[in-house]
Protein backbone atom coordinates (compact mmCIF):
# COMPACT_ATOMS: atom_id res chain seq x y z
CA UNK A 1 0.00 0.00 0.00
CA UNK A 2 1.47 3.58 -0.97
CA UNK A 3 -0.13 6.32 0.15
CA UNK A 4 0.17 10.26 -0.83
CA UNK A 5 -0.38 12.83 2.16
CA UNK A 6 -0.59 16.77 1.51
CA UNK A 7 -0.19 19.50 3.61
CA UNK A 8 0.65 23.39 3.72
CA UNK A 9 -2.53 24.85 2.19
CA UNK A 10 -4.16 27.84 3.70
CA UNK A 11 -5.80 31.21 3.19
CA UNK A 12 -3.45 34.10 2.04
CA UNK A 13 -3.66 37.83 0.78
CA UNK A 14 -2.28 38.72 -3.12
CA UNK A 15 0.85 38.17 -3.50
CA UNK A 16 1.81 36.29 -0.54
CA UNK A 17 3.32 32.73 -0.28
CA UNK A 18 2.87 28.93 0.54
CA UNK A 19 4.92 25.73 0.53
CA UNK A 20 3.21 23.07 -0.14
CA UNK A 21 4.65 19.57 1.06
CA UNK A 22 3.78 15.93 -0.23
CA UNK A 23 4.93 12.74 2.17
CA UNK A 24 4.82 9.39 0.01
CA UNK A 25 4.28 6.49 2.98
CA UNK A 26 3.95 2.98 2.36
CA UNK A 27 5.80 -0.05 0.16
CA UNK A 28 8.06 2.15 -1.31
CA UNK A 29 10.63 0.84 -3.89
CA UNK A 30 11.52 3.50 -5.96
CA UNK A 31 9.39 7.16 -6.88
CA UNK A 32 9.86 8.69 -10.46
CA UNK A 33 8.48 11.77 -11.56
CA UNK A 34 6.48 13.39 -9.08
CA UNK A 35 4.09 16.65 -9.88
CA UNK A 36 2.08 19.22 -8.58
CA UNK A 37 -1.57 19.16 -9.70
CA UNK A 38 -4.71 21.79 -8.39
CA UNK A 39 -8.19 21.90 -9.97
CA UNK A 40 -10.21 25.27 -9.45
CA UNK A 41 -13.98 25.69 -8.87
CA UNK A 42 -15.49 24.30 -11.59
CA UNK A 43 -12.64 23.61 -14.32
CA UNK A 44 -10.74 20.18 -14.66
CA UNK A 45 -7.63 19.91 -12.66
CA UNK A 46 -4.64 20.59 -14.74
CA UNK A 47 -0.91 19.85 -14.47
CA UNK A 48 1.04 22.62 -12.41
CA UNK A 49 4.57 21.44 -12.01
CA UNK A 50 6.79 18.19 -12.41
CA UNK A 51 10.12 17.24 -11.62
CA UNK A 52 11.98 13.90 -11.98
CA UNK A 53 13.71 11.76 -10.21
CA UNK A 54 17.33 13.10 -11.31
CA UNK A 55 15.68 16.94 -10.21
CA UNK A 56 14.54 18.11 -14.00
CA UNK A 57 11.93 20.37 -13.91
CA UNK A 58 9.25 21.75 -15.67
CA UNK A 59 6.48 24.34 -15.02
CA UNK A 60 3.64 25.52 -16.95
CA UNK A 61 2.86 28.98 -17.98
CA UNK A 62 0.55 30.35 -15.32
CA UNK A 63 3.03 29.66 -12.60
CA UNK A 64 6.20 30.16 -13.95
CA UNK A 65 9.08 32.35 -12.28
CA UNK A 66 6.74 32.44 -9.51
CA UNK A 67 6.64 28.63 -8.55
CA UNK A 68 9.43 26.23 -7.26
CA UNK A 69 8.98 22.67 -7.32
CA UNK A 70 11.59 20.60 -5.39
CA UNK A 71 12.01 16.93 -4.28
CA UNK A 72 13.88 15.26 -1.05
CA UNK A 73 14.46 11.70 -2.41
CA UNK A 74 15.52 10.36 1.05
CA UNK A 75 12.50 11.82 2.97
CA UNK A 76 10.11 10.18 -0.16
CA UNK A 77 8.82 13.93 -0.14
CA UNK A 78 7.75 16.82 -2.65
CA UNK A 79 7.35 20.45 -2.43
CA UNK A 80 5.67 23.28 -4.00
CA UNK A 81 6.61 27.10 -2.89
CA UNK A 82 4.48 29.15 -4.32
CA UNK A 83 5.44 33.13 -4.40
CA UNK A 84 3.39 36.38 -5.66
CA UNK A 85 0.17 34.31 -5.72
CA UNK A 86 -2.75 35.52 -7.28
CA UNK A 87 -6.33 35.35 -6.70
CA UNK A 88 -6.26 32.96 -9.58
CA UNK A 89 -3.81 30.69 -7.88
CA UNK A 90 -7.15 29.27 -5.95
CA UNK A 91 -7.85 25.74 -6.36
CA UNK A 92 -7.24 22.37 -4.54
CA UNK A 93 -3.67 20.66 -4.67
CA UNK A 94 -2.84 17.40 -5.63
CA UNK A 95 0.46 15.86 -5.53
CA UNK A 96 0.87 12.95 -7.88
CA UNK A 97 3.62 10.29 -8.17
CA UNK A 98 4.71 7.43 -10.46
CA UNK A 99 5.86 4.94 -7.85
CA UNK A 100 7.00 1.20 -7.85
CA UNK A 101 6.20 -0.56 -4.51
CA UNK A 102 8.67 -2.87 -2.95
CA UNK A 103 6.33 -6.23 -4.60
CA UNK A 104 7.44 -4.56 -8.18
CA UNK A 105 4.26 -3.05 -9.07
CA UNK A 106 4.31 0.18 -10.52
CA UNK A 107 1.66 2.53 -10.51
CA UNK A 108 0.53 6.72 -10.41
CA UNK A 109 -0.56 8.07 -7.04
CA UNK A 110 -2.66 10.71 -6.24
CA UNK A 111 -2.74 12.83 -2.79
CA UNK A 112 -6.24 13.80 -1.15
CA UNK A 113 -5.30 17.33 -2.28
CA UNK A 114 -4.80 20.34 0.14
CA UNK A 115 -6.70 24.20 -0.70
CA UNK A 116 -5.15 26.90 -1.13
CA UNK A 117 -7.19 30.12 -1.27
CA UNK A 118 -5.89 33.74 -2.46
CA UNK A 119 -7.97 36.80 -1.48
CA UNK A 120 -8.15 39.93 -3.55
Known amino acids: QVQLVESGGDLVQTGGSLRLSCAASGRIGAIFAMAWYRQAPGKQRELVATISSGGSTNYQEPVKDRFTISRDNARNMVFLQMNSLKPEDTAVYYC??????????????WGQGTQVTVSS
Open 96 to 109: NADIRSTNGFRNTY
